[in-house]
């Protein structure tokens, strides 16, 4: 017996790396990685390389780009400061109405809306591989991120915090096969799921065909998931299909943010935990 | 020893440049498997004890950074190596062209080892599937020859020098 297995040893070894790698995929298919000492300690010893040299690149790119955006400051200039004068009239509009509804909602005994706080994070890491949509970021646990944490930036809703240790979060983005999001259309307050499409596309699923949904309409989370704050944008409808088969929509959006170009994203922290 | 040392040493170095940021390729969000250059290399280069473990800490390795379900990256390299063991019987994988021929090889069976995997369990796109798949293959493959003649350099001069990663007694 012992002879047989010598002589086979290598092949035994095989077998069962083979049958434990994919026990553990079969089990874990549906579940993510809950990083362990060992993930920690590697997701530690490459932080600091990965952060100098992210680091390096974002600086150079922002000298490269600051020098180029010199050229036509002064127009930019000019047009920014008509914004602004724009932006203060609607943010004192903004204002009031917020006085507003905080009097209204204390009228009818409203429940408090979620508070949130944004910790801003650089992303040092992205997924090694092109199949899902990761990214890794420079804060962690000691700087209160918790599992479940959204992510976002000024131009909408990024993703959310999949695993954390210490000094790294790593998280899901919108865009990945995996990632499902509780949405509304601004518009009209019809609800669906938006999905990852793995292209830099999102699918808007679940919607009922009686809704009327239209190209151009703005997708922003729903607000029902506590970690996550609601009315910020996913995306824009950019296709509709309406097939003969089934109750719902086909509608294809495109997100608010460009992943391509993503630096520094914003984790929105509950203020009350 | 020393020569898994070696492996795992450019393993890091590879993880690193393909966990980076700013690596050419990866913002458009396709992103070339060099760590599968380094099974295929291990595939041919390795005893079969050693080799497996390697592909299996590759793997796992892989897995820490990225969104995949766990042991998915593992069973993907190990079925590679599997593969690669089982061609080693009737060719020989002595220069960087039949390395190039062997690691095209193996990104047929990783297509369709993703294309049961994703198509069957995560429902994805076929048009999707197989342009990212063709795009991250012919991103790998260009950069291919250049981490293979890396691997090939250090080897050569491990096999020259044999205290290379110790006591500092080059014997040449």
């Known amino acids: 017996m012992s002879s047989f297995f010598i002589k086979y040893r290598k092949i035994f070894f095989l077998a069962v790396l083979l049958l434990v790698s994919l026990t553990v995929y079969a089990v874990g298919i549906e579940k993510k990685r809950e990083n362990n000492v060992f993930d920690r300690l590697v997701l530690n010893l490459f932080r600091p390389p990965l952060k100098i040299t ?10 490269w780009n600051d020098y180029f955006y010199l050229v036509n400051l002064k127009q930019e200039n000019r047009q920014l400061k008509d914004r602004i004068k724009k932006l203060q009239l609607e943010s004192q509009l903004l204002k009031e109405q917020a006085e507003e509804n905080k009097r209204l909602r204390k009228l ?21 591989s ?3 949509k990761t990214i890794l970021i420079n804060k ?8 479940g944490s959204g992510v976002l930036t ?27 999001f509780d949405a509304l259309v601004k518009r009209t307050r019809a609800r669906g799921i938006v999905e990852g499409f793995a292209e830099n596309r999102c699918r808007f699923s679940y919607v009922l065909k009686t809704e009327d ?5 703005m997708i922003v989370s ?43 994203v914003l984790v929105a922290v509950s203020s009350r935990e | 020893m020393l020569k898994k040392l070696f492996y795992l040493a450019t393993a890091v170095v590879l993880l690193f440049l393909q966990v980076h940021p700013f690596l050419p390729f990866g913002r458009t969000g396709i992103r070339p498997d060099l760590m599968f250059i380094l099974v295929v290399y291990t595939g041919v280069c390795c005893s079969v004890l050693s080799g497996a473990a390697l592909c299996f800490v590759l793997g796992y390795l892989v897995e820490i950074f990225s969104g995949s379900s766990p042991g998915f990256y593992i069973t993907v390299y190990l079925c590679a190596f599997i593969s690669i063991r089982f061609f080693l019987k009737y060719f020989s994988f002595d220069s960087l062209t039949k390395l190039s021929v062997l690691l095209l090889v193996c990104f047929g069976i990783k297509f369709s080892l993703l294309l049961f995997s994703f198509y069957f369990t995560y429902s994805y796109d076929f048009y999707v599937f197989r342009k990212i798949f063709f795009l991250e293959a012919f991103a790998t493959f260009i950069l291919s020859p250049f981490v293979f003649w890396v691997l090939r350099i250090i080897e050569n001069y491990k096999k020259e020098t044999p205290y290379f990663f110790g006591s500092g007694k080059h014997v040449v």
């Open chain 1, 140 to 147: 962690g646990k000691t700087d209160g991120i918790m599992t």
């Open chain 1, 54 to 63: 992210a680091l390096c690149v974002t600086k150079a790119n922002r000298l």
């Open chain 1, 130 to 132: 092109s199949w899902f």
């Open chain 1, 108 to 128: 009818l005994s409203f429940t408090k809306k979620h508070a949130y706080k944004t910790i801003p994070a650089e992303i040092i890491g992205r997924d090694p």
């Open chain 1, 213 to 217: 949904i239209r190209i151009g309409d």
């Open chain 1, 222 to 264: 729903s607000g029902l998931h506590k970690k996550i704050p609601g009315g910020v944008e996913l995306g824009k409808v950019v296709n509709i299909i309406k097939d003969q088969k089934g109750f719902f929509q086909q509608i294809e959006i495109k997100p608010a943010v460009d992943f391509s170009k993503l630096n520094e």
């Open chain 1, 154 to 180: 000024p131009a909408g809703v990024v993703g959310r915090v999949i695993s954390v240790s210490g000094n790294t979060a790593k998280i899901l983005l919108i865009i990945d096969v995996n990632s499902s």
